[in-house]
């Protein structure tokens, strides 16, 4: 499923004017429903997590900057569902890179993120690669 959310991502992205002009274009919207949060509104990760690690970048050859926003929903104080919101970059992106910039968040957030109890949070990661 993340490949497919990727690639269509990818198809809406690619087409759009404001990549031209080097601005940061709107993603497309995520297939699936957002988790429901108990209070309406998630919070920021910092608030309910007490460990958070960084993605790795991995190795590429794109250059660019590149900024993904999303939803994890925590249950028993570890991260299970990862729900990408928006993805703005600056240029067209390979999908194998796009997916493997997605792996290295969503493994930080499943295995270096520790976060008590059960919630939603909001959480961006910025990738600037030169």
């Keep these: 499923?993340?490949?497919?959310?990727?690639?269509?991502l990818l198809a809406g992205l690619a087409?759009?004017?404001?990549?031209?002009?080097?601005?940061?274009?709107?993603?497309?919207?995520?297939?699936?429903?957002?988790p429901a949060s108990e209070a309406?509104?998630?919070?920021k990760a910092a608030t309910y997590c007490t460990k958070m690690a960084n993605p790795e970048v991995p190795?590429?050859?794109?250059?660019?900057?590149?900024r993904?926003?999303?939803?994890?929903?925590?249950k028993g104080g570890k991260v299970r569902e990862i729900q990408y919101t928006e993805i703005k970059m600056n240029r067209a992106i390979h999908a194998t890179v796009l997916l493997g910039l997605m792996g290295s968040i969503e493994g930080a957030l499943r295995q270096g993120y520790e976060c008590p109890g059960d919630h939603v949070f909001k959480q961006e990661f910025l990738f600037r690669i030169s």
């Design 1 to 8: 499923m993340r490949s497919l959310l990727a690639f269509a």
């Design 15 to 34: 087409s759009s004017p404001a990549q031209a002009e080097g601005e940061l274009p709107e993603a497309a919207p995520a297939a699936a429903s957002a």
């Design 40 to 43: 309406g509104k998630p919070g």
């Design 59 to 66: 190795m590429t050859r794109w250059l660019g900057e590149i």
């Design 68 to 74: 993904f926003t999303l939803l994890a929903e925590v």
